[in-house]
């Protein structure tokens, strides 16, 4: 892995655990995340414990874009539902079809609520495009 890919890899884990629940609301239950998918996919289907392989841009709802794999040009993994990413992108990933792009609009209380995280202002909506790249089944 080169230094640059585990400097994002660092900083995600580091956003993630920065936010680790900590300031979210009881009111998490009730928050909605909204999924438009964009482009259905044709293979194989993401579901909880898969590792999968996505290109992502993340925007504030005022447009700024505070962060992109395609930057880099580098995809970014993790495992659904193992808690190695916000909420809402455990949520909004499961269910994707290989080749897929969808938007997710995650409210704060799925995402880094309160406290936010790095360019991330606290409260945030965050607005993701996701690009399902590959799904590796979970063993």
């Known amino acids: 892995m080169s230094i640059r890919m585990f400097t994002r890899r660092a900083v995600l884990a580091l956003l993630f655990i920065i936010s680790g629940g900590l300031g979210v609301s ?5 928050a909605e995340l909204g ?3 964009i482009r259905q996919g044709e293979g194989r289907t993401a579901t909880r414990s898969d590792m999968v392989e996505v ?3 993340g925007w504030l709802t ?6 992109s794999s395609l930057d880099s040009g580098r995809p970014f993994r993790f495992a659904i539902g ?10 909004g990933v499961a269910g ?3 080749g ?6 995650i409210p704060p209380e799925m995402g880094y609520g309160r406290r936010g995280a790095g360019p991330i ?4 909506t965050l607005i993701f495009e996701v690009r399902l790249l590959r799904v590796t089944p979970a063993r």
């Open 96 to 98: 994707m079809r290989e």
């Open 82 to 91: 193992r808690g190695q990413v916000i909420r809402g992108w455990d949520e």
């Open 62 to 67: 005022d447009g700024t874009k505070f962060d």
């Open 121 to 124: 202002p606290p409260d945030s």
């Open 100 to 105: 897929g792009v969808r938007k997710l609009t």
């Open 35 to 37: 999924i438009v998918d």
């Open 26 to 30: 009881e009111e998490a239950a009730g």
């Open 55 to 57: 290109h992502y841009t």
